[in-house]
């Protein structure tokens, strides 16, 4: 499963493109037209002085899923369905993933996600009148291979509709244009919906990052000794213990790599771009 569902940041002009094509628009971000790096400044790292961060952006782009992948022919069998994956590690061969599916009848989709060829094993977790969450291996790991290959790596949750999935990004104009070459020398199809420039503490934490850690101060997750458990917090935020558990992780590091270094987190390999 591939995508993260819609622009959280809408702001600014969406352009449609093909694989490798140029953007229609892209109001409110200032740089150059074509693959120029955006606002990067400041002194040379060997000369042991602090070189400014760049300017971040935050994007959202539509890519087409390649046919053959699993998520690809189920979710075009159920186009009002919605697939979203949690989180994923890929081990060799396979992939071991957490997804979501969100449909009038869940479990008719999710019988159909279990006995896809490419889908060794599925194990649901919970289902309810519109949702079911499950822990399946897949042998599709195209998106792994792309993550691989890029220097800019989606959000997750990924969100899957209708064979196209939708991802969210955060972070320099570089790491953009990165990505779009990426798109286009595998010859993906894609849609760059928005295109904004952000003060650089908007991109440090995705909104979802951002609205854990403040639910986990308001609760008092982080009080010595702690007032509320992760369970307790997990179930405000309407979400898993083991979501909750990762967000908190991923935002906690981004705030004390940003406060320690100046800098995002180079091995997390998010750049804020995860919940």
Same mark, same amino acid.
């Given at each position: 499963?591939?995508?993260?569902?819609g622009?959280?940041?809408s702001?600014?002009?969406?352009g449609?493109?093909?694989?490798?094509?140029?953007?229609e628009?892209?109001?409110?971000?200032e740089?150059d037209?074509?693959?120029?790096?955006?606002g990067a400044?400041g002194?040379?790292?060997?000369?042991g002085?602090r070189r400014e961060?760049a300017?971040?952006i935050?994007?959202?782009?539509r890519?087409?899923?390649?046919?053959?992948?699993?998520?690809?022919?189920v979710s075009?069998?159920?186009p009002?369905?919605?697939?979203?994956?949690?989180t994923?590690?890929?081990?060799?061969e396979t992939?071991?993933e957490?997804?979501e599916?969100?449909?009038?009848?869940?479990?008719v989709?999710?019988?159909?996600?279990?006995?896809?060829?490419a889908v060794?094993?599925?194990?649901?977790?919970?289902t309810?009148a519109d949702r079911t969450?499950?822990?399946?291996?897949?042998t599709d790991?195209d998106?792994?291979?792309f993550?691989?290959?890029?220097?800019?790596?989606?959000?997750?949750?990924?969100?899957?509709?209708?064979?196209w999935?939708?991802?969210?990004f955060?972070?320099?104009?570089?790491?953009?244009? $990165? &990505? @779009?070459?990426a798109?286009g020398? !595998?010859? /993906?199809?894609y849609? =760059?919906?928005? *295109?904004?420039?952000v003060r650089?503490?908007?991109?440090?934490?995705?909104?979802?990052?951002?609205e854990t850690?403040e639910? $986990? &101060? @308001?609760?008092?997750?982080f009080? !010595?000794? /702690?007032e509320?458990? =992760?369970?307790? *917090?997990a179930?405000?935020?309407?979400?898993?213990?083991?979501?909750?558990?990762?967000?908190?992780r991923?935002?906690?590091?981004?705030?004390?790599t940003?406060?320690?270094?100046g800098?995002?987190?180079p091995?997390?390999?998010?750049?804020?771009?995860?919940?």
């Amino acid at each position: 499963m591939l995508g993260r569902a819609g622009a959280r940041r809408s702001a600014g002009s969406a352009g449609t493109t093909g694989a490798g094509g140029e953007d229609e628009g892209s109001g409110g971000v200032e740089g150059d037209e074509g693959t120029g790096a955006m606002g990067a400044t400041g002194t040379d790292h060997a000369k042991g002085l602090r070189r400014e961060p760049a300017a971040m952006i935050a994007a959202s782009l539509r890519i087409r899923l390649p046919a053959d992948a699993w998520v690809a022919e189920v979710s075009r069998s159920f186009p009002r369905a919605t697939f979203r994956l949690l989180t994923g590690v890929r081990t060799g061969e396979t992939a071991v993933e957490l997804g979501e599916i969100v449909a009038d009848d869940p479990l008719v989709v999710s019988r159909a996600v279990a006995t896809h060829d490419a889908v060794l094993t599925h194990r649901r977790l919970e289902t309810t009148a519109d949702r079911t969450l499950a822990k399946y291996e897949t042998t599709d790991t195209d998106l792994y291979e792309f993550l691989e290959e890029s220097t800019f790596p989606p959000e997750f949750p990924v969100v899957v509709r209708d064979g196209w999935y939708e991802l969210d990004f955060t972070g320099t104009r570089e790491e953009l244009d $990165g &990505l @779009r070459s990426a798109l286009g020398a !595998v010859g /993906r199809d894609y849609e =760059l919906r928005s *295109l904004v420039g952000v003060r650089e503490t908007e991109g440090l934490l995705t909104d979802r990052q951002r609205e854990t850690l403040e639910a $986990g &101060l @308001r609760e008092g997750y982080f009080e !010595v000794p /702690r007032e509320c458990s =992760l369970a307790a *917090l997990a179930e405000t935020l309407g979400v898993d213990k083991s979501s909750a558990s990762e967000t908190l992780r991923r935002g906690e590091r981004r705030v004390l790599t940003r406060y320690l270094t100046g800098a995002s987190d180079p091995r997390s390999g998010d750049g804020g771009r995860h919940p």
